[in-house]
């Protein structure tokens, strides 16, 4: 497939009519699909356990606000982190994508980067995430750099293991433990909770987003979550999205988080719910949508603890 233009270069799964494929220059626009750019869903649903993170640190610290340099750092952290896991990802499965219909139209199995660029791209993206970790304390440091041991061998496990969302939620949820680090400087008993809430969340929407690949990836033999649970799919979701509603709640209610955090909790399991009634094991158009509205769902848990803090610190 030639990048000679955006519409025969865009990727199957990528946002219709984005940006990347109509305004960038032609020769940046594989790069940028190799980061994801057009599909900011990714970067959005790293960088909120960030920021539900630094909400949580708020309430318990008795800021009146999450701290506002923090979230812009988490911001262009995630969208420079995801763009060098994505790229790192694909660098590993160029191979099996090729045999994928909805990823075979990718850059590098496409043939429109080398592999020897996407590495030279892949150490751009990250020193970009260094010189973001570099702002934070000691211990944040410390905790972020812990979180490439899952982001390594991710892109791996779905070839030895029948549950690779696990590991995928290992590494997407880290940021659940930034913000507390960030804020206080060590981890406490409500940052491993809201870890936990977010690995449930991730292996749950990760779930959803491989019923599009279902039929694919039993041709190629690649393992994935959809294929393990099967007929069983909508309980093995409500099970890991309920696992992160009750992690979350917990960590909310450590934390100290009152009515309008716990009303937050309320809503973004509601979402979550929704998800659940709405899922069909081989509907990928559903599927598909479905994951992209946990942006949504985050953004509500998000807003409610911020919510919260600003509540608390105007009573106290």
Known sequence: ?????????????AVAGHWVDRLAPRRLRPYLRLARIDRPIGWWLLLL???WSAALAAIRAGAPYPNPWHLALFLVGAVAMRGAGSTYNDIADRDLDAQVERTRSRPLPSGQVSPRAAAAFLVVQALIGLAVLLQFNGTAILVGMASLLPVAIYPFMKRVMPLPQAVLGLAFAWGALMGWAGAFGRLDPPALLLYAGAIAWVVGYDTIYAVQDIEDDEIAGIRSSARLFGSRLRLAVAVCYGLAVLFVALAARGAGAGLVGAL?????????????????????????????????????????LAADAVR???TG
């Open 1 to 13: 497939m030639s990048g000679g233009n955006g519409e025969q270069g865009r990727v199957a799964d």
């Open 49 to 51: 356990p960030c920021w």
């Open 264 to 304: 937050g909790v309320g809503l973004f399991a509601a979402h979550l719910g929704r998800q659940v009634l709405r899922l069909r094991e081989r509907d990928g158009r559903g599927a598909l949508a479905l994951f992209r509205s946990n942006r949504d769902a985050g953004l509500i848990l998000f807003l409610a």
């Open 312 to 314: 608390q610190g105007w």
